[in-house]
């Protein structure tokens, strides 16, 4: 049973505009949630996150939002650089399991120049 | 950058035989994990430690078992390798008590079954 979801396996955008990647989940208990970013070769390296009593967290360019009541959350990035095409994962964790943290399957970004 | 690294980055080993992938961690975090990274299913937790000799079963955790004997330490064995266990390994580490759930990952290792 897949409790966190990324339904889009890919997206491609063009440099300059806004990247949006969206996150489903289905266990209401989740309480804290995170981006990771990964490269090929490389380790997941954790993006943003956001906790359950806010609905939007923003860093620079990265904005994750929280629709509790629609169990989804997105991350926006803008503007889109090339540098940032690689594949993002949304990530979940209820406190009552420690620190174990719950993946999406991934969504590969791609931004042309 | 965490300081985590992994050994081997990469290994071809035959169906049969055990396998041990060893994480270490500079960092003196509380908290390690083992993923495996699969085409289709993301990141899963094969299984983790929250303390020296304190290991606990994740969602893939059969064919694999875990040692934690120090801190900086925690070793994957595959007791008898099979093909559905080629994947890519990834070792994480946190820290306990802090509130944002972040965990940091090694770079990898990449583990091909034949």
């Known amino acids: 049973d897949q409790q966190v979801k990324q339904n889009s396996p890919s997206l491609s955008v063009q440099e300059g505009r806004i990247s949006i990647l969206n996150c489903d989940y289905t266990n209401s208990m989740f309480d804290y949630f995170l981006w990771y970013k990964k490269y090929p070769a490389e380790g997941p390296t954790f993006l943003i996150s956001i906790s359950s009593i806010k609905d939007k967290n923003e860093d620079g360019r990265f904005t994750v939002f929280l629709n509790k009541s629609a169990k989804h959350l997105s991350l926006h990035i803008v503007p889109s650089q090339p540098g940032d095409s690689a594949v993002y994962f949304c990530a979940a964790n209820r406190k009552s399991s420690g620190d174990k943290l719950t993946f999406g399957t991934g969504t590969r970004l791609a931004v042309r120049p | 950058d965490a300081g985590i690294t992994q050994s081997p980055r990469h290994k071809v080993t035959e169906t049969g035989t055990p396998v041990t992938l060893r994480c270490h961690q500079t960092?003196?975090?509380?908290?390690m994990y083992w993923y495996r990274q699969d085409p289709g299913h993301g990141l899963r937790l094969i299984h983790y430690?929250?303390?020296?000799?304190?290991?606990d079963k994740g969602e893939v955790s059969d064919g694999y078992s875990v040692s934690r004997s120090k801190t900086e330490d925690f070793l994957l064995t595959l007791e008898s390798a099979t093909s559905s266990q080629t994947s890519v390994y990834f070792c994480?580490?946190?820290?306990?008590?802090?509130?944002?759930?972040?965990?940091?990952f090694g770079p990898g290792t990449r583990l091909t079954v034949t």
């Open positions: 960092e003196n975090h509380r908290y």
């Open positions: 994480a580490i946190s820290e306990a008590g802090e509130l944002s759930y972040e965990q940091y």
């Open positions: 430690s929250y303390g020296v000799k304190d290991t």
